[in-house]
């Protein structure tokens, strides 16, 4: 085998094997909460900042006008972007463990400063730089979670890991209800709060990922098979010290050469040469979902306002069956992602999201439906709606070759959420402002058609990548 430093020999290896074949551990669940807590604390960041909405139009506060709140969020997801696609290169340059940290670093200081802006500027230029830190998160850790955990839980556990945004979101439904309380605090004190308490917790999470080892696959595709293998061994100690048992023994190994660094040509060629029709359902997958989850999430507070007449202290009672919904449906559904299989478990999700979305705005726009209602009904579509989204990302992971994984993911998150998630709250924003339903109605039926499309293009061109090593959904370009 090669040493660490001689990174252009041949080397075979065991690891690939030896980690799919592990049981799930308690060293899975302690990564599982490591990494899931970003997700927690970005609902937890979204969630408020929905809420605020209504808070943010008044001149006790920021003063913004509902475009510019749209505008905000628009800001939030385009600095996801630019953050995934820079992080997301850098993850597989030099690995998942050292991203862990600088993401949730940048998260941290963004999300406190935030708490400080002054007007409508300073807060779009802060949300900016807050949705990089989430960018990034999003590219190192379900790279880093897929290559971990064995083939037969991939699926559940990558949806549930996305899913766990949702549990942070009813934190936040619950916590805008005391910062928006202006008996507790003043107006302008409340929204402040809810930005600084969100970065604190964000850094006191950044310890937990101190126990969290280098991908071992990561490490096997950069010419260290030996520092890859010596992680899995820990592993398998810790997993046969608790069961009181040996692992079976593996037998399967394959073999690679391992360049030490994959070039954008590289990148491209995997992406478009030699996986055109997976490149077309993840970007479509991701579109999708980004233009109904931004849209109607970052907006919600504005039609609770000034369509259903809620109180804006109060719309923390509003989104929280919302959040409770979203992390149902990838908790109850993700094992089916498993059993079922993608392809199928995909395109339904989607498909009954986008027509219950239609069938929403219509109720919506004949104002057949009073706020209760309407939220509950969102609750029921983001219960299936979630559970695709999620798979969309898993999708975007396990589709492509280990040496690209993390910019992978970066690439079709960042491409996705430009076209859907930038111009989502952007639309729904001015649409509200025009203070017609029946405008409104046009974003739900652009959205409901989006989700039918990409269960259509599911349908006809998914991966069956359910129980498979990674190495044999694509195989990577390192393989001799």
Known sequence: MASPTDRHRAFDTDVPARLDRLPFSRFHWL?????????????????????LAGVLTQKGALGLTAAEVGLGGSAYIAGAVLGALLFGDLADRFGRKKLFFVTLGVYTAASIATGLSWD??????????????IGGEYSAINSAIQEFVPARRRGQVDLILNGSFWIGAAIGALGSLVVLDTGLLPLDVGWRAAFIVGGVLAAA?????????????????????????????????????????????????????????????????????????RALLCLVLMTAQAFCYNAIFFTYALILTRFEGVDPARVGWFLLPFALGNFAGPLLLGHLFDRVGRKVMIAA????????????????????????????????????????????????????????????????????TAIGGISGPALFGALIEQGARADILWGYVLGGLLMVVAALVEAAIGVKAERLSLEDVARPQTLL
Do not use: K
């Not at 599982?32 to 807590?37: H, S, T, W, Y």
């Open 349 to 416: 999700t989607y498909a009954l999201s986008g027509v219950l979305m239609l069938v929403i705005g219509w109720l919506f726009a004949r104002d057949m439906v009073g706020a209760v209602a309407l939220t509950a009904l969102w609750s029921v579509n983001f219960f299936f709606a979630s559970a695709g989204a999620s798979a969309a990302y898993l999708t975007a992971g396990e589709s492509f070759p280990l040496e690209v994984r993390a910019r992978a993911i970066s690439i079709f998150y960042a491409l996705g």
């Open 120 to 133: 409508f500027w300073s807060f779009a230029v802060l949300r900016f730089l807050t949705g990089a830190g």
């Open 31 to 51: 990564l599982v909460a490591a990494l899931g807590i970003t997700w927690i604390l970005d609902g937890l960041e979204v969630t408020l900042v929905g809420s």
């Open 205 to 277: 999470a950044i310890g937990l990922r101190r126990f969290i080892p280098e991908s071992p696959r990561w490490l096997m595709t950069h010419g260290q098979p030996e520092a890859a293998a010596d992680i899995v061994a820990v592993i398998e100690r810790q997993i046969e010290a608790r069961g009181g048992a040996p692992l079976a023994v593996v037998r399967s190994r394959i073999a690679f050469i391992a360049p030490g660094r994959t070039h954008v040509g590289e990148v491209a060629r995997a992406l478009i040469g030699t996986y055109p029709r």
